[in-house]
């Protein structure tokens, strides 16, 4: 198989991304990505909500048709008896 020189290199696996998402969470300007889940009793892990952490410290969420806004992640995780993962 023939490579063109001139093309930009393809990256596979998740190394590329795990370093860009640790380099977006030591810049505070940047909004992060966050999900809401909730472990059942041996059912798995319900999905609750998406979220996005903003510069600011609130925090909005979608999920299940709503939209939410917040004073801040841990709220949000706290009074929608969730989880909350770090993306």
Not at 18 to 28: I, N
Not at 71 to 78: I, Q, Y
């Amino acid at each position: 198989m023939h490579q063109r020189s001139d093309a930009p290199p393809v990256y596979h696996g998740r190394g590329i991304i795990t370093r860009l998402m640790a380099r977006l969470r030591r810049r505070p300007g940047v909004p992060r990505l966050f999900a809401l889940v909730r472990e059942g009793d041996g059912d798995g892990t319900e999905f609750v909500a998406w979220g996005m952490a903003l510069p600011d410290g609130r925090a909005v969420t979608f999920g299940s048709g709503d939209v939410g806004q917040w004073s801040g992640p841990a709220s949000a995780a706290r009074l929608m008896f969730a989880d909350l993962r770090w993306l």
